[in-house]
């Protein structure tokens, strides 16, 4: 196996070119596992850890991730983003989250990583680059395109993902066996967008790639409208609407069985979950309100 090292963005991207062959490593905490294990062997690994390019990140008008920040960099310079700071502490433990970077979550394209289904909510996209094409942005729709299958080409790198943030409170939960250093049996990010008066909600783990909830979106917000929620927040919703909107966040789940959980209790799962969550943001919302 060679191991290419690289001290810049533009050092990295032309490596790629040369060797498109070789799969990147940052943290290694996805790829050393199979590694290690025996399951994957690459030809050559391109180390990205030196890259300092890529460990940036902004808020503003929009939020931008680099693909080598650290869940634990995560943590501790943008706490007051909610949702993506549940998902960062739900990754593994300490030591994962040390290592462990955007980029990798991403790149590894599993339909349970836990910040998938926060870049879905927020509707992200996928930023890449290549020595010869310079940079595109993907829809995170049009990225994932199966259980650990993107659309990346063999000379591209992640260079991070960004969104446009949204006015209203938002929330991460999962399901696991027990309460950290657990793949989730099933995840969910709900966010509420106070400006386009939408309910917006994803889940992980429940199909081939992470999946928007189309219909329960759409009832939410429609239930909120009709409570009178958008113009006052302290408005609750009922037990029948909180109840509808889980059963269509559930009937949005595409699950399989595997050795972490059924179909069947996946499915439940996830509405219960929904059903939490919404309760949950409509409390922030009230709370919140002047």
Known sequence: MDVLRVGSLADALAAKARRPDAVPIAGGTDLMVGINAGWDRPPAILDLSAVDELR??????????????????????????RALTQAARAVGSPQIRNRGTVGGNVGTG????????????????????SDAGGRRAVAWHAFFTGPKRTTIAPDELIL?????????????????PRNAMVISVCSLCLQVDEDDRAIRLALGSVGP???????????????IEEAGGWADPARPLDDAAVARFAELAAGAARPIDDLRGTSAYRRHAIGVLAGRALRWVLADRAAEAP
């Open 160 to 176: 991070g993902v960004r969104w446009r943030r949204r006015r209203g409170p938002s929330v991460f939960a999962k399901v696991g």
């Open 209 to 223: 790639t992470v999946l928007r909830a189309d219909d329960a979106e759409a009832f939410g917000a429609a239930a």
């Open 110 to 129: 599993s339909p349970a990583g836990d910040l998938l289904p926060v870049l879905a909510a927020a509707d992200a996209s996928i930023e890449l680059g």
């Open 56 to 81: 940036h990140w902004e808020r503003g008008d929009e939020v931008v991730l680099g693909a080598g920040l650290t869940y634990r960099l995560i943590l501790g310079e943008l706490a007051d983003e």
